[in-house]
């Protein structure tokens, strides 16, 4: 019987820059949305700096550097300014995405079985700076044995799908996506999991033993509308280790 070990839940802010950077100034204050969710029982804090720095700026990774005592989870393509920006400000974390400038938000996993030459070359120079590196990919074999190969510590699978689907589909989705950490888990990858979790679908993602942390962001700051940030960051966490428990 596997062992059923604590999960962390990684607070994204994205949405609360995104609603700052719809009227200009500093409104809503993204570092006091940062500690707010420490109070709130986040484990780590996630923000993606895109191209187009719709919602992330270069100066809030400083600030929230210097400013959270959360480890910081930095998303980011495989671009050389992302790489740069990473090696400069050395969060705890890097995970690399795919993005095109036109989508809303990410659509699917990285295809790390085609980019297995820059992957591996990034992924060397971050882990030389001692970042950790994460790799968020769909659940599929093929995809976790390149992400080792390429010499990632971490994969976030990918869990859109599986929130996007019913009844049996989504069950289907659901056993892809256990399957995927257990094997992640046996190659020494370490497992994460995110994108559209919610309170009605996070209890079962939670419930698998071998993944040790939810990234989420778009749903809390929604929900923050109606019941506060710091309520909806307990409800969610509360949720996840009850299922863990």
Same mark, same amino acid.
């Given at each position: 019987?596997?062992?059923?070990?604590?999960?962390?839940?990684?607070?994204?802010?994205?949405?609360?820059?995104?609603?700052?950077?719809?009227?200009?100034?500093?409104?809503?204050?993204?570092?006091?949305?940062?500690?707010?969710?420490?109070?709130?029982?986040?484990?780590?804090?996630?923000?993606?700096?895109?191209?187009?720095?719709?919602?992330?700026?270069?100066?809030?990774?400083?600030?929230?550097?210097?400013?959270?005592?959360?480890?910081?989870?930095?998303?980011?393509?495989?671009?050389?300014?992302?790489?740069?920006?990473?090696?400069?400000?050395?969060?705890?974390?890097?995970?690399?995405?795919?993005?095109?400038?036109? #989508?809303?938000?990410?659509? /699917?996993?990285?295809?790390?079985?085609?980019?297995? +030459?820059? !992957?591996?070359?990034? *992924? $060397?120079?971050?882990?030389?700076?001692?970042?950790?590196?994460?790799?968020?990919?769909?659940?599929?074999?093929?995809?976790?044995?390149?992400?080792?190969?390429?010499?990632?510590?971490?994969?976030?699978?990918?869990?859109?799908?599986?929130?996007?689907?019913?009844?049996?589909?989504?069950?289907?989705?659901?056993?892809?996506?256990?399957?995927?950490?257990?094997?992640?888990?046996?190659?020494?990858?370490?497992?994460?999991?995110?994108?559209?979790?919610?309170?009605?679908?996070?209890?079962?993602?939670?419930?698998?033993?071998?993944?040790?942390?939810?990234?989420?962001?778009?749903?809390?700051?929604? #929900?923050?509308?109606?019941? /506060?940030?710091?309520?909806?960051?307990?409800?969610? +966490?509360? !949720?996840?280790?009850? *299922? $863990?428990?």
């Amino acid at each position: 019987m596997r062992e059923n070990h604590p999960i962390r839940l990684g607070v994204n802010i994205d949405h609360v820059a995104t609603i700052r950077n719809a009227r200009g100034g500093m409104h809503p204050d993204l570092i006091k949305a940062a500690l707010l969710a420490a109070e709130a029982g986040a484990d780590g804090i996630t923000a993606h700096l895109r191209e187009d720095r719709r919602h992330i700026r270069d100066n809030d990774i400083l600030q929230l550097m210097k400013e959270s005592k959360l480890p910081l989870n930095l998303e980011m393509a495989a671009t050389k300014e992302m790489l740069a920006i990473a090696l400069k400000t050395k969060p705890n974390a890097v995970c690399i995405v795919p993005e095109k400038r036109q #989508e809303v938000t990410t659509e /699917g996993g990285l295809n790390v079985l085609s980019n297995k +030459k820059l !992957l591996q070359n990034y *992924a $060397r120079q971050l882990k030389d700076a001692g970042i950790r590196v994460s790799l968020f990919i769909d659940p599929m074999k093929e995809q976790i044995e390149a992400a080792r190969e390429v010499g990632a510590d971490i994969v976030e699978l990918h869990t859109g799908k599986y929130c996007e689907e019913v009844n049996i589909a989504q069950a289907k989705e659901l056993k892809k996506i256990h399957d995927a950490a257990i094997y992640a888990t046996s190659l020494g990858l370490e497992c994460h999991a995110g994108h559209g979790l919610t309170f009605d679908t996070v209890s079962s993602i939670a419930h698998i033993p071998e993944i040790v942390e939810l990234n989420i962001g778009h749903f809390l700051v929604g #929900e923050a509308v109606f019941m /506060g940030l710091a309520d909806a960051i307990r409800k969610m +966490k509360k !949720l996840m280790q009850a *299922a $863990r428990a």
